[in-house]
């Protein structure tokens, strides 16, 4: 019973914590939850479509923000495709073509498997706190939980969603509905992430559903990950083109 008392009150200690945090607070603790020095995963994306639903598996290896590999596993259509990411730049091999392209330019807002996200959603990695200016715009609760509502300005040039409106739970300090936006204010596509829970010291959401709001007949994509492991040992050797083609 002592200990049901003492894990009660200590909840309700970090509850008051966090909800006297800073705005800097805040967006710094949501990219620590996010980011990590390294990552090994294996998740599946659900693509849904007007008739018909699909499902891609894969394994991601990622150090940081600037190296990224990404092997898919099935459907045998997508089987031995490859992505490597080196900082700014992104390739992908395909083995039907045995073809290693360049993703630049335009090419990076196209959509990566007939899926919501884009190219560019998978490059923008940098923390949140490095590219937005962040102010709180009042509190709301969403499904029984309490979150701040957060608007976000880009303060650096170039990137895909320049305005964001973010739902941050008070507690898991993530974003667990997120709005994405254009200069212009037009509204791109929008996010949710739910079935959070502690991993390795970290709230991290084990679902994310994206909705690309100007593509017709989308019903979104979900991205499941199946296992994740946080700060683990990768060697370098594994972010080299030279495996693209293995």
């Given amino acids: 019973m002592i200990k049901i008392l003492i894990s009660i009150l200590s909840f309700a200690f970090l509850i ?22 390294s990552r090994i995963l294996t998740s ?11 499902t891609i598996e894969s394994k991601n290896w990622v150090i940081g923000i600037d190296l990224a590999f990404t092997e898919y596993l099935s459907p045998p259509r997508e089987k031995g495709t490859k992505m490597l990411k080196l900082g700014d730049k992104l390739w992908t091999y395909s083995p039907q073509t045995d ?33 937005y200016e962040a102010t709180l715009d009042g509190s709301v609760e969403v499904d029984g939980r309490d979150h701040w509502i957060m608007l976000l300005e880009a303060k650096v040039k170039g990137l895909s969603y320049p305005k964001r ?18 200069k212009s ?37 979900e991205w499941i990950i ?21």
């Fill in 16 to 37: 008051g914590q966090n909800k006297d945090m800073s705005v800097q607070d805040i967006i710094r603790a949501m990219d620590d939850n996010l980011n990590a020095k």
């Fill in 44 to 54: 599946k994306m659900v693509v849904h479509g007007r008739r018909s639903s699909r």
């Fill in 99 to 131: 073809r290693v392209i360049q993703i630049s330019g335009h090419m990076l807002r196209q959509s990566v498997m007939g899926s919501d996200m884009s190219y560019n959603d998978i490059m923008e990695d940098r923390p949140l706190v490095e590219l």
């Fill in 165 to 182: 409106r973010a739902w941050i739970d008070k507690e898991y300090l993530l974003p667990t509905k997120e709005e994405l936006y254009a």
């Fill in 185 to 221: 204010g037009k509204l791109l596509k929008t996010s949710t992430m739910d079935g959070i829970k502690k991993v390795k010291g970290r709230w991290f959401p084990s679902r994310f559903i994206y909705k690309d709001e100007l593509k017709r007949n989308s019903k979104g994509t």
């Fill in 226 to 246: 199946d296992e994740i492991e946080f700060d683990v040992e990768i060697p370098r050797s594994r972010f080299s083109k030279a495996l693209l083609r293995k």
